[in-house]
T-cell receptor, first 114, second 113 residues
Framework: DGGITQSPKYLFRKEGQNVTLSCEQN?????MYWYRQDPGQGLRLIYY???????QKGDIAEGYSVSREKKESFPLTVTSAQKNPTAFYLC?????????????FGDGTRLSIL | QQQVKQSPQSLIVQKGGISIINCAYE??????FPWYQQFPGKGPALLIA?????SEKKEGRFTISFNKSAKQFSLHIMDSQPGDSATYFC????????????FGQGTTLQVKP
């Protein structure tokens, strides 16, 4: 079945540590997105990528980094510069350039501080 | 303005009742308005979506009403069921080229049996 796989489901970060969240899709979608979800704040865009080897900052990119070396993969690194990393992180994808195509989401990674 | 304002924050409805969630936006360039449903521990899933040239769209028990002049749109869930208990997000897309969505703050719906 086609879909988006996020791993791990739960992740714990120690002080000063960088952690990487995985996002893989087999939908052949061009565009991929990372969101952060906090209670009562909806989903906020961290980074997005429309093609391989290219990505753009979203609204809350500080303290995060991404790469897009393959079409199907868009990993997110939460760096030690992100002082409040505890949140639910969601990855999404969509066919790029097609009007009215919905974003498909993975089931998220919950990140907590140890 | 790139915000989408959603209300209420939480909603309790009796089984069989109508659930109504409202959203408002400022940017007239938004061209696509999806609603997502999210269960605990899961990612959001597309429920229903509408374009601004349509005033209403219905899919089963779910209806979107869209008022372009007022820059408002709403989700109506008819005959609400306990299985509808979830968090609902409205969203708006600013550019079909990037596909970027602006999300509302979310509404937690509880349907009591």
């Amino acid at each position: 079945d086609g879909g988006i796989t996020q791993s791990p489901k739960y992740l714990f970060r120690k002080e000063g540590q960088n952690v990487t969240l995985s996002c893989e899709q087999n939908l052949n979608h061009d565009a991929m997105y990372w969101y952060r979800q906090d209670p009562g704040q909806g989903l906020r865009l961290i980074y997005y990528s429309q093609i391989v080897n290219d990505f753009q900052k979203g609204d809350i990119a500080e303290g995060y980094s991404v790469s897009r070396e393959k079409k199907e993969s868009f990993p997110l690194t939460v760096t030690s510069a992100q002082k409040n990393p505890t949140a639910f992180y969601l990855c999404a994808s969509t066919p790029a350039g097609q009007a009215h195509q919905p974003q498909h989401f993975g089931d998220g990674t919950r990140l907590s501080i140890l | 303005q790139q915000q989408v304002k959603q209300s209420p924050q939480s909603l309790i409805v009796q089984k069989g009742g109508i659930s109504i969630i409202n959203c408002a936006y400022e940017n007239t360039a938004f061209d696509y308005f999806p609603w997502y449903q999210q269960f605990p521990g899961k990612g959001p899933a597309l429920l229903i979506a509408i374009r601004p040239d349509v005033s209403e769209k219905k899919e089963g028990r779910f209806t979107i009403s869209f008022n372009k002049s007022a820059k408002q749109f709403s989700l109506h869930i008819m005959d609400s069921q306990p299985g509808d208990s979830a968090t609902y997000f409205c969203a708006a897309r600013g550019s079909s080229n990037t596909g970027k969505l602006i999300f509302g703050q979310g509404t937690t719906l509880q349907v009591k049996p």
